[in-house]
């Protein structure tokens, strides 16, 4: 039976693509202001929220939703979400899908060899990242004006936030991992004043490593259950013994490339 339901809707999506799908076929132009589009992907989504007019964005994907990885859980709601499969999207006739690089490939080939319109966006590694995001999806949406709009407030929040001085600094994970200066959480710890141990240690820092550099600040992140042997670093005694100003920052505010950051950024710099 499962087998042939999945049939039936190989079959529905084959032969039903000319009749329903709305995307941008060779030699057309894409319509500046798409008016039936569909997210899956957990950054894209929280971005066309903020980007998109009422009533253009019609789905964000199920992840949208779930408070552990975004920070517009409970602004998804108002959305309907799906499960970023081929079949579902296209059923929703959307004349643009957002996609991310690295994320949900075999329904993005689907879906474009379908004819419907799927832009991709990377995931953020800077601030400027965010920035040029912000831009790009103001353009793929048709909504310049309410991108720009977006960016500005976002370059407000940053130069309101004054550092202290440079203090020494490491996030530290599971298994001993640290962000560099080369990833978004590395970025805004910079941004925060503050200098990373990671710039010389690289993305693990063993433990021993980490006390003899006697950082001034430590970051954590999310601790998920049931708990792992990978996380028992951070329940060493010599963890907790290093003295230094700490912050937890929850996963998902720095996740994906948001406006948002800025708070997070404003409370590493105090």
Do not use: K
Request: aromatic content about 4%; charged content about 15%.
């Amino acid at each position: 039976m499962v087998a042939g339901r999945m049939l039936a809707a190989v079959l529905i999506l084959c032969t039903a693509g000319a009749a329903l799908a709305e995307g941008v076929a060779p030699g057309q132009t894409a319509p500046s202001q798409p008016q039936r589009v569909v997210s899956v992907n957990l950054c894209t989504d929280q971005l066309a929220m903020l980007i998109a007019a009422p009533g253009q964005l019609r789905s964000v994907s199920w992840l949208a939703a779930d408070p552990a990885v975004s920070v517009m859980a409970g602004q998804a709601q108002d959305w309907p979400q799906n499960d970023g499969s081929a079949e579902q999207v296209f059923l929703m006739q959307p004349d643009l899908v957002l996609a991310g690089t690295y994320s949900t490939g075999p329904a993005v080939q689907m879906l474009r060899r379908l004819g419907i319109r799927v832009e991709t966006l990377p995931p953020a590694s800077s601030i400027a990242d965010i920035r040029q995001a912000i831009t790009r999806m103001g353009r793929l949406l048709g909504q310049p004006e309410r991108a720009a709009r977006l960016l500005a407030a976002f370059d407000a929040d940053l130069a309101a936030i004054r550092p202290l001085a440079p203090r020494l600094a490491a996030s530290y994970a599971a298994n001993g991992f640290s962000d560099g200066p080369d990833s978004l959480a590395g970025d805004a710890m910079r941004h925060a004043g503050l200098r990373l141990i990671a710039e010389a240690t690289g993305g693990a820092t063993p433990l021993e490593t980490l006390v003899m550099a006697a950082p001034e600040v430590l970051v954590t992140g999310s601790r998920y259950a049931p708990p792992s042997r990978a996380e028992a670093v951070l329940d060493h005694p010599a963890f907790r013994a290093i003295e230094a100003a700490r912050y937890s920052v929850p996963d998902r505010d720095w996740m994906c490339g948001l406006p948002a950051i800025a708070d997070t950024i404003a409370q590493l710099a105090r």
